[in-house]
Every structure is written in structure tokens, then in C-alpha cells.
């Protein structure tokens, strides 16, 4: 949510949102043109919260870390204070994105040290926040502060690692769209990041994604016949008030308004740099595969958004612990199977470009490790103190060197616990544009009882 217009990673200007603009060159490709994995670029953006170590508050001080480093072009500003972002040129490789990766957080950190706060990783801030007094003083996030007050008080804060992907053109961009919907899903689940929120545990493995969730246009893409579709959407909806403009569409996958990318922002923030490497790798591989298949014709799969929604609602609660939700048929399964599909899916296209083993390896410390969601609940169960769970998380943000889940339970147990809860939430089939109404009817998860969603779009108030 990026203020200032700035291009951090390198990539030229977008063409302009009309529909109709000139392919465009992704940086290093041969002849212009993406031909598999091993041609496409990528970049990444984080997004860390601030956080006091003595008490675990949020702590304003991103605009001073942003000046501190004005000679650091991928650090930037973020919708609230006690936020900061972080982006990663473009990169070809994934040892060169990790590299990266590291390089910044670790940059930050030192920053935000120097002033005395710690940098987390975190998809939502672990105790309460200040709200609206928390915005950054610039103009578009004063805005946005005035038409969706109680959005940005409630969801502003939010954390999530984007993983920009090099497209040779917005007509193609739009087809990788429509093939990458059904993978959502398990991108979340491998994602899961924040499970604490106003210091307790939620029971979901990413309230992030409830909170981010209410904002009106926070869903899957639809299904667009080409780019012009996917404009005039854009522009029905900023027209009737669900976005104040192109760059607060948050799809979450979507053509950038920035960049000649497409954009995956289902994830959270990530834990440990790792994480971010595993995620982007596969959301490349996903994109590469989707080229082929749209150069191909091969029809784009069907996934009513319906299934989408209740895959994404259920990756959300469990992370990969338990029963997940099949995209492609709305039935339960195994989350940890749906995974192993998303992998032999990219399988090709990750063998295209030599990332099979950085990606397999990942996914196994992913195993042996947790996800994010589950590391937060064993050191937050550890820690015994808000102190002492931040320095745990500012140590694990910048070195996941913490605890794995020893003494938990075992992952078959775990399964086993997890089937407890009720069905995930089913969130109601999308509008005319292919996007849900609100976050709908779910669970509460300090209750037994469904729970209204708490937003609504604010021309439906």
C-alpha cells in the first residue's frame, strides 16, 4: 500500500489502464517475451510492524526509519506508523531474492534498533493498536483514513509479503489471473503468520486475512475475457466508491497498477526470510505454468469463487494443520495433500528453471519447522511475557533460527485436534465483477455461534 510513486525494483512504467496498451518488455528476456520460468523476473515486497520490546506496543516510527535510510530506495513508508516496507529489485534467481531479502530486513532492523524498537514479521500486530491516530501524514493515506475510517483503524495494519512476477503483456497477465485463482489457497496456507492478535491466540493460523478481508475489494480475481474487461471492472468499482483509486484494488492477485507484473497478495508477512523465498518461488513457477497453458489455449480450469472463498476461509483458520477445502470441488481434504498437488502442478516449470531443490528443501524445513503460525503459538507459549515474545519474534524475523514445534504435538495428533472446529467458512459467490459482497457469514472463534462479518462496503453502509 505503497504511497509515494516510486519503482523501487527496477521494472519500466505500466502502460496505462485503458486496455489497450503495447505489450510489454520484461526486463532480461530474450525477443520480449516470457517463454518459461527461467526467463521471468520477480521482486518482492514486505511489510514488518514496529513494536516496543519492553511492552510489545506499537511503536510510530516508521516515517523516521524511511528518512533515516532515504538513500535505501526499497524502503519505504507504509499506511500506518508503526508500519514499514521493504522491496527487493528485480531479481532472476531465488538465491539473489534471498540475498536480498535478507540484506533488508537486516538493514531495517538495525534501524528500528537504533531507535528502540524491534522489527517483526509479523501479518498482524500481536497486542492492540493505536488506530486512526496511527496513519502516516501523506495525502492518499489521509484520504483513505477519511472515506474508510473504521476499515483502516481495524485492517490498516495488516502485513503482507506481494510477489511481483514479470508478464510480457496485460492480456496475458489477465489469463495468469484466471489460472492462478484455485491456487490461492495453499499460498495462504503456507503463509500463515499471524495467529496472535491483541494479545491472545485467535484460533485462526492468519487473522490477517479476516481482518484484510473486510475490505471491499479484498478477493480473488474473477475470470476476465482480457485486460480491457479487467479495467472496466476496476473502474465500476472505484466509481461506486468499493476503492479510492487503481492502487487500492485489493485483489488478491492482481495486474499492478505500478509495474508490468502480475501481483500475488494473499500472503502474510512472512517469519523468516526462507518463507518469503518458498512463496515466491512457487508463485513464479504458478505464473510460468499459466503462460504456457494460456499460449497453449488450454481452458482455464473451474473454480466457482464460492470454492475459492471457502478454500481461502479454511487455509486461514488451519494453515496446513488438518482439513482444507478443494477449489475445484468444494470438499474437504487434506491441506497437506492440496499442497503436494500446487507442487506437482509446477512441478515443469520449476524443473525449467533449476529451482526444484531450493523449493523442495524449503517445503521440507517448512515440515520439520511449522509454519509461521505455528512457530508464533510455541513462542508465544514460551515466551511467558509480552517482552519476551517480541525479542523472540525480532530474532526470528531476521534469522528463523526459533524454536520448531518440540513438545507440541505430534503432526498426526495435530490433524486430528484440528478436525475438531466446524467446517470453514464459506464466504457467498462474487457480484457482477466477480467479487464477493463482504466477508459473509463465519465462525467466531471465541464462540460456537456464526458471526455477522464485520465490514460491509462502505457505499453499502
Given at each position: 500500500?505503497?504511497?509515494?510513486?516510486?519503482?523501487p525494483?527496477?521494472?519500466?512504467?505500466?502502460?496505462?489502464?485503458?486496455?489497450?496498451?503495447?505489450?510489454?518488455?520484461?526486463?532480461?528476456?530474450?525477443?520480449?517475451?516470457a517463454?518459461?520460468a527461467?526467463g521471468?523476473?520477480l521482486?518482492?515486497?514486505?511489510e514488518f510492524?514496529?513494536?516496543?520490546?519492553?511492552?510489545?506496543a506499537?511503536?510510530?516510527?516508521?516515517?523516521?526509519?524511511?528518512?533515516?535510510?532515504?538513500?535505501?530506495?526499497?524502503v519505504q513508508?507504509?499506511?500506518?506508523?508503526?508500519?514499514?516496507?521493504?522491496?527487493?529489485?528485480?531479481?532472476t534467481?531465488?538465491?539473489?531474492?534471498?540475498?536480498?531479502?535478507?540484506?533488508?530486513?537486516?538493514?531495517?532492523?538495525?534501524?528500528?534498533?537504533?531507535?528502540?524498537?524491534?522489527?517483526?514479521?509479523?501479518?498482524?500486530?500481536?497486542?492492540?493498536?493505536?488506530?486512526?491516530?496511527?496513519?502516516?501524514?501523506?495525502?492518499?493515506?489521509?484520504?483513505?483514513a477519511r472515506r474508510?475510517g473504521?476499515?483502516?483503524?481495524?485492517?490498516?495494519?495488516?502485513?503482507?509479503?506481494?510477489?511481483?512476477?514479470?508478464?510480457?503483456?496485460?492480456?496475458?497477465?489477465?489469463?495468469v489471473?484466471?489460472?492462478?485463482r484455485?491456487?490461492?489457497a495453499?499460498?495462504?496456507?503456507?503463509?500463515?503468520?499471524?495467529?496472535?492478535?491483541?494479545?491472545?491466540?485467535?484460533?485462526?493460523?492468519?487473522w490477517?486475512?479476516?481482518?484484510?478481508?473486510?475490505?471491499?475489494t479484498?478477493?480473488?480475481?474473477?475470470?476476465w475475457?482480457?485486460?480491457?474487461?479487467?479495467d472496466?471492472?476496476?473502474?465500476?468499482?472505484?466509481?461506486?466508491?468499493?476503492?479510492?483509486?487503481?492502487?487500492?484494488?485489493?485483489?488478491?492477485?492482481?495486474?499492478?497498477?505500478?509495474?508490468?507484473?502480475?501481483?500475488v497478495?494473499?500472503?502474510?508477512?512472512?517469519?523468516?526470510?526462507?518463507?518469503?523465498?518458498?512463496?515466491?518461488?512457487l508463485?513464479?513457477?504458478?505464473?510460468?505454468t499459466?503462460?504456457?497453458?494460456?499460449?497453449?489455449?488450454?481452458?482455464?480450469?473451474?473454480?466457482?469463487?464460492?470454492?475459492?472463498?471457502?478454500?481461502?476461509?479454511?487455509?486461514?483458520?488451519?494453515?496446513?494443520?488438518?482439513?482444507?477445502?478443494?477449489?475445484?470441488?468444494?470438499?474437504a481434504?487434506?491441506?497437506?495433500?492440496?499442497r503436494?498437488?500446487?507442487?506437482d502442478?509446477?512441478?515443469?516449470?520449476l524443473?525449467d528453471r533449476?529451482?526444484?531443490?531450493i523449493i523442495?528443501?524449503?517445503l521440507?524445513r517448512?515440515?520439520?519447522?511449522?509454519?509461521?503460525?505455528?512457530?508464533?503459538?510455541?513462542?508465544f507459549?514460551?515466551?511467558?511475557?509480552?517482552p519476551?515474545f517480541?525479542?523472540?519474534?525480532?530474532?526470528?524475523?531476521?534469522s528463523?533460527?526459533?524454536?520448531?514445534r518440540?513438545?507440541?504435538?505430534?503432526?498426526?495428533?495435530?490433524?486430528r485436534?484440528?478436525?475438531?472446529?466446524?467446517?470453514a467458512?464459506?464466504?457467498?459467490?462474487?457480484?457482477?465483477?466477480?467479487l464477493?459482497q463482504?466477508i459473509?457469514?463465519?465462525?467466531d472463534?471465541?464462540t460456537?455461534s456464526?458471526?455477522?462479518a464485520?465490514?460491509?462496503?462502505?457505499?453499502?453502509?
Open positions: 500500500m505503497r504511497s509515494a510513486a516510486v519503482n525494483a527496477g521494472w519500466p512504467a505500466m502502460p496505462g489502464p485503458d486496455g489497450t496498451g503495447p505489450d510489454v518488455t520484461v526486463p532480461g528476456e530474450p525477443s520480449g517475451t517463454r518459461a527461467g521471468i523476473t521482486g518482492v515486497e514486505e510492524v514496529l513494536l516496543d520490546p519492553s511492552a510489545g506499537t511503536v510510530l516510527a516508521g516515517p523516521d526509519l524511511a528518512r533515516m535510510l532515504g538513500g535505501e530506495p526499497g513508508q507504509e499506511l500506518m506508523r508503526f508500519q514499514v516496507e521493504t522491496a527487493t529489485g528485480v531479481c534467481s531465488l538465491d539473489d531474492l534471498g540475498r536480498e531479502l535478507a540484506r533488508l530486513r537486516r538493514l531495517v532492523a538495525d534501524a528500528a534498533a537504533s531507535v528502540g524498537c524491534r522489527l517483526v514479521a509479523s501479518g498482524i500486530a500481536p497486542y492492540r493498536t493505536p488506530g486512526l491516530v496511527a496513519v502516516t501524514d501523506l495525502p492518499r493515506y489521509r484520504k483513505l474508510y473504521p476499515l483502516v483503524a481495524e485492517a490498516g495494519g495488516t502485513c503482507g509479503c506481494h510477489v511481483h512476477v514479470g508478464v510480457p503483456s496485460r492480456d496475458l497477465g489477465v489469463q489471473l484466471a489460472r492462478l484455485p491456487w490461492l495453499s499460498l495462504l496456507a503456507i503463509t500463515v503468520n499471524s495467529p496472535i492478535a491483541r494479545g491472545r491466540d485467535t484460533a485462526w493460523a492468519s490477517r486475512y479476516l481482518a484484510w478481508s473486510r475490505w471491499p479484498a478477493a480473488p480475481p474473477a475470470v475475457p482480457d485486460a480491457a474487461a479487467y472496466a471492472a476496476v473502474r465500476r468499482l472505484i466509481g461506486r466508491g468499493a476503492a479510492l483509486d487503481e492502487r487500492s484494488i485489493y485483489l488478491l492477485a492482481r495486474l499492478s497498477p505500478r509495474y508490468p507484473t502480475v501481483e497478495r494473499v500472503a502474510d508477512a512472512c517469519l523468516d526470510a526462507g518463507t518469503a523465498v518458498l512463496l515466491a518461488g508463485t513464479r513457477a504458478l505464473v510460468a499459466a503462460l504456457a497453458e494460456a499460449r497453449r489455449g488450454t481452458p482455464v480450469p473451474a473454480a466457482p469463487t464460492r470454492w475459492v472463498n471457502a478454500a481461502l476461509a479454511a487455509a486461514a483458520r488451519r494453515g496446513l494443520a488438518g482439513t482444507g477445502v478443494d477449489p475445484f470441488t468444494g470438499q481434504a487434506d491441506a497437506r495433500s492440496l503436494s498437488r500446487l507442487l502442478h509446477v512441478y515443469p516449470a524443473s533449476g529451482d526444484t531443490q523442495t528443501g524449503l521440507r517448512l515440515d520439520q519447522r511449522g509454519t509461521g503460525a505455528d512457530r508464533q503459538r510455541a513462542l507459549a514460551s515466551a511467558g511475557s509480552a519476551g517480541v525479542e523472540a519474534l525480532a530474532r526470528a524475523t531476521l528463523g533460527d526459533e524454536p520448531t518440540s513438545g507440541q504435538p505430534d503432526a498426526g495428533s495435530e490433524r485436534r484440528e478436525r475438531t472446529p466446524g467446517p467458512p464459506v464466504v457467498p459467490s462474487g457480484d457482477q465483477d466477480g464477493p463482504g459473509g457469514s463465519m465462525t472463534p471465541s460456537s456464526p458471526a455477522r464485520r465490514g460491509q462496503r462502505p457505499d453499502a453502509a
